[in-house]
């Protein structure tokens, strides 16, 4: 605490720099989202231990998110049979490729409520950019893949790459 006051006394202007330094440290940033494409989306996320709904026209949205807080964000249409979605901070551009990934995610934080601060920690830790690349080598047959098994896999902390499997 002596340096502290120390520093301010020889550099009075340290307070300001301190002070703008501090405010760099929010919690939350707005971030652009792209689309795949320009139509009426109903986008649903993850954020603060909720989920949220809104509707975009366009192909880009701004939205707060919290800063490395994996976050799912899926945008649903009447013209796609599946959601685009993408995992922040891994990526702010939403694919279909990434809504299977995505959709985990949004699936294991809603079933999460009761417990919310501590499961999002826990998530945020989880490799989702490996997952992400995981689910797009299976394409279009990530929608195949036995869900639950892999929620309860990265639920109890004991998720591999083996236990990707395709419901027969």
């Not at 551009?93 to 409520?113: H, I, K, P």
């Not at 830790?125 to 797009?136: G, I, Y």
Request: glycine share 4%; hydrophobic share 40%.
């Amino acid at each position: 605490m002596k340096l502290f006051i120390y520093i301010l006394s020889i550099c009075p202007a340290g307070f300001l720099l301190l002070l703008f330094s501090c405010s760099s440290f929010s919690a939350e940033t707005e971030e652009k989202f792209r689309l795949p494409q320009s139509e009426s989306w109903t986008v649903k996320t993850s954020r603060n231990s909720s989920s949220e709904e809104f509707s975009v026209d366009g192909s880009s949205f701004y939205f707060s998110v919290n800063k490395n807080e994996a976050t799912a964000i899926l945008a649903y249409s009447d013209g796609h049979a599946r959601p685009c979605g993408a995992i922040y901070p891994y990526s702010t551009s939403l694919s279909f490729q990434d809504g299977f990934a995505a959709e985990v995610l949004f699936t294991l934080c809603a079933a999460s409520a009761s417990s919310a601060a501590g499961t999002h920690e826990y998530l945020s830790k989880f490799n989702w950019q490996r997952f992400m690349e995981e689910c797009a080598a299976f394409g279009e047959q990530s929608w195949k893949l036995d869900k639950e098994r892999i929620m309860q896999k990265i639920s109890s902390g004991t998720f591999k790459k083996t236990d990707f499997k395709l419901l027969e």
